[in-house]
Nanobody, 114 residues
């Protein structure tokens, strides 16, 4: 069973940066589109960034221009560089393929203070 492990979250002031990582226990990121999902407190999980097998990226309107998704196939890892963080970015971040065919990891908590 493939495991997804997210890391890199933390507490940061508004305007700061974080780099999230998502490591998979198998080479799934090189063969599937991958996404980062954000679950704000009391809200449903939503997709904020994706990267295809060919490297094409897409972003939600709320993070466009501030976040960047990337992938290292050799390390089975996907990253999310988060810049100019805003309090609205607070929440738990998860990664998964699209569609999300694998069990969800524990996520990584991001808290942005104003």
């Amino acid at each position: 069973q493939v495991q997804l492990v997210e890391s890199g979250g933390g507490l940061v002031q508004a305007g700061g940066s974080l780099r999230l990582s998502c490591a998979a226990s198998a080479s799934i990121f090189s063969i599937r589109t991958v996404g980062w999902y954000h679950q704000a407190p009391g809200r449903q999980r939503e997709l904020v960034a994706t990267i295809t097998i060919s490297g094409t990226t897409t972003y939600g309107d709320s993070v466009k221009g501030r976040f960047a998704i990337s992938r290292d196939n050799a390390k089975n890892t996907v990253y999310l560089q988060m810049n100019s963080l805003e309090p609205e970015d607070t929440g738990v971040y998860y990664c998964n393929t699209i569609p999300s065919v694998y069990a969800w990891g524990q996520g990584t908590q991001v808290t942005v203070s104003s």
